[in-house]
């Protein structure tokens, strides 16, 4: 089944969507790679009273272990209540971000899916470029996929959740049984239509921004390698069941639509939600109630798939 989605009229944007378009709540911004440690710093000190209150709201609990030498963040609900694990990719352009930022969403979706999440603390560029962070996350995907397992990736880690998928693919892994993007960054090529007409419009990423990650990112490499853009893979029918989330102001709105089409025309079904007035990865938010009723659509595609 092929389906396309277009959630929330113009216009009916909660209250808390709204302070944050006004720029009431901004969050730090100004890739550089001279700036990019203080960036860091900054993003992680703005996001860790809203982690803080997750975890007391959600009652998950978190603990550092080692898969196939990578450093993960495990999260489990309160009760485990299905078999399956979701490995989980974060964001950040490749270059910052944490698994502990990324708590916010992945928090939530534990308790709602009651199933364990897995975050590899993959390796940031420029000290680590690519393939670091892709090495990274297929080790601990291989230690995962033995069993019924889910996928699901924001921004940058959703590259790097298409990216293992497709290296599993070739080499004969077994795929997830459903996987969810949010916002996947999916081409470094940054000439999509909407990184044009939302650059500005998108409260939380700026071309020049994401430009700077690719660049500090891929380096001299070929952008179109689909270990690096994962938008131009060979996808077939075997891929699982796929939920995209964006917005109408996302920067990389384009992304996602391509990434549905390319899927679709595959042979995958395709779940693309557009949330009308949202940014890019508007979940990180977890205040916002478009955030939180995403999030539940997101556990429900994943019950649904994996759930018998």
Not at 142 to 156: H, K
Not at 192 to 205: K, V
């Amino acid at each position: 089944m092929q389906k396309e989605r277009y959630l929330m009229l113009k216009g009916h944007l909660s209250a808390e969507a709204q302070r944050f378009l006004c720029n009431e709540e901004p969050a730090p911004s100004g890739r550089s790679e001279t700036t990019l440690a203080d960036l860091r710093s900054a993003t992680k000190a703005y996001i860790t009273p809203a982690v803080r209150q997750v975890l007391a709201t959600t009652k998950v609990t978190t603990r550092h272990i080692i898969i196939n030498d990578v450093e993960c963040l495990e999260v489990r609900p309160p009760k485990t209540t299905v078999s399956w694990p979701i490995l989980y990719g974060f964001g950040g352009g490749f270059i910052q971000g944490s698994a502990y930022e990324d708590l916010t969403i992945a928090a939530p979706l534990c308790a709602m899916t009651g199933a364990a999440l897995i975050i590899p603390s993959y390796r940031l560029a420029p000290e680590h470029p690519w393939p670091a962070a892709i090495d990274d996350g297929f080790s601990v995907y291989q230690a995962l996929c033995e069993r019924p397992f889910a996928c699901v990736g924001e921004s940058a880690g959703g590259n790097l959740v298409l990216a293992a998928m497709l290296r599993a693919k070739r080499a004969g892994f077994p795929l997830p049984r459903a996987v969810a993007l949010l916002s996947p960054w999916c081409d470094l090529d940054m000439s999509s239509d909407s990184q044009m007409f939302n650059d500005g419009r998108d409260p939380s990423l700026k071309i020049q921004e994401s430009k700077t990650a690719a660049r500090l990112y891929a380096g001299d490499h070929d952008i179109t390698n689909p270990d690096i853009s994962p938008i131009n893979g060979s996808y077939d029918s075997a891929f699982p069941p796929c939920l995209i989330t964006t917005g109408t102001r996302d920067l990389l709105l384009s992304l996602s639509v391509r990434l549905s089409r390319c899927l679709r025309e595959s042979g995958v079904e395709v779940d693309l939600q557009v949330w009308e007035g949202l940014w890019h990865v508007f979940e990180w938010h977890h205040r916002i109630p478009e955030a939180q009723q995403s999030m539940r659509n997101i556990a429900a595609f994943l019950k649904g798939h994996l759930t018998p």
